[in-house]
């Protein structure tokens, strides 16, 4: 059975809002509660759930659209289960509509309907169907909220509904609800009340963001990662780069560090297979495709579109294809399909500034180059000061993967190419 998926009322005075992510695609099986879709208006940005179980079978939205209370957002084809207990919810809805009205009519059950406590008993043993446990729709959103099972719950309402109250206080029995389990990690205390000390104010932390804490936290905690620093003398580098610059402006496009890094780095993965790996239990993954993904700073959060086969592309196309990419990213028209697939990530800080970082690594890859600024500084050469442009580099890897000298030269590797070009071929 087709179900649709709605717009519901998000906050108060509020008519519209726009798509910040679509967070399924067709054909996705979802369950009841799962985000579907986060929407972004002026006073909240909220995830809409999943009211079902079933699979999807339409998207009628995209990023960035704008949509109105009670607009379609998708179709969800539920299974037999999920018609009767939704079913079931229509009619629970049907009775409260009742019973807000006053059109309710009260029926003490009869004598003969009247379950005897033996039979009370035999019948709690009975693990009831969801759809059977008499409960308002709002009360069953509160249970759902509070991960807490409604087959379970002691009713203390007429004629047997469970009530708000006996949620909140099966729950309290029961012990934290899926919010505060989700929250509550290991070694995380209770925040104290900072307004105490002075003005405070919050902002939700949106799915971008949310996803970055959630991939940063799992790969700090899984990767034993090292940090690799050193510097190259890119001023050859620089001045080759000033001068092909007029070519890029004829194609309309910026020739910058990232887009040569990236042709660098795309030769360095061929070089030394381990950084473009993953590590599957007990085997190592070698790819044999050259995809890097660049950290974009977005509005939004972080974001890491991918370049493909970089090393069968010219330097002038990575610099189209990183500027477009960018731009997708910062206006929030970028797929998740284009932030797949990437093999190895190139995180360039150094527009911003910086003399050096320790990147994380963004599994399943093994390794990241960290970029950060590069400056002019006085460098020996042959007993003489000389000006020259140093970029600071930085590479963490997994070490389980990559040994701490096979860091070093896999980063060495990269500043003898930028110093000298010829290098490569090495
Ligand atoms: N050292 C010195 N200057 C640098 C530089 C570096 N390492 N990298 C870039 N620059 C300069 C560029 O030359 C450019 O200068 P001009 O305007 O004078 O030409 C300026 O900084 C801006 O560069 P850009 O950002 O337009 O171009 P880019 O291709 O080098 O970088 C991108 C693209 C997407 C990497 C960058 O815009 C960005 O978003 N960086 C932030 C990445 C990030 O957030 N990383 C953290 C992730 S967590 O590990």
Sequence with gaps: MKKEIKVPDIAENVEKGTIAAVLVSKGDKVSVDQPLVEIETEKASTDIPSLYD??????????????????????????????????????????????????????????????????QEKKSDKKRNLSEVPAAPSVRRLAREMDVDLTQVESSGPGGRITADDV???????????????????????????SQWGPVSGEKIKTIRRLTAENVLNSWQTIPHVTQFDKADMTNLENFRKKY????????????????????TGFALQKFPRFNSSLDKDEIIFKHYFNIGVAVDTPRGLLVPVIRDVNSK????????????????????ISPDEMQGGNFTISNLGGIGGTGFTPIVLPPQVAILGVSRAEYNPVYIEDELQKRMIIPLSVSYD????????GARFLRWICDVIEDPFAILQ
Excluded: C, N, W, Y
């Design 399 to 406: 070490h389980r993967v990559i040994d701490g000298a096979e």
């Design 168 to 194: 909140k206080s099966h729950a309290g029995k029961t012990g934290a609800t899926k919010e505060q389990k989700a929250e509550e990690k290991p070694g995380e205390s209770e925040l104290p009340d900072f």
């Design 245 to 264: 610059q007029q070519k890029a402006e004829k194609e309309g496009v910026k020739l910058t560090v990232t887009a040569i890094l990236l042709k660098i």
């Design 54 to 119: 079933g699979v999807v079978d339409e998207v009628k939205v995209k990023e960035g659209d704008e949509v109105t209370i009670g607009q379609v957002l998708m179709v969800i084809e539920t299974k037999a289960e999920e018609k009767d207990e939704s079913k079931g919810e229509e009619k629970e809805e049907e009775k409260e509509e009742e019973k807000d009205t006053g059109k309710e009519t009260k029926k003490e059950p009869e004598e003969d309907e009247k379950v005897k406590p033996e039979e």
């Design 314 to 333: 010219s330097l002038i196309q990575l610099s189209v294809e990183l500027d477009e990419l960018a731009k997708k990213a910062r206006e929030r028209k």
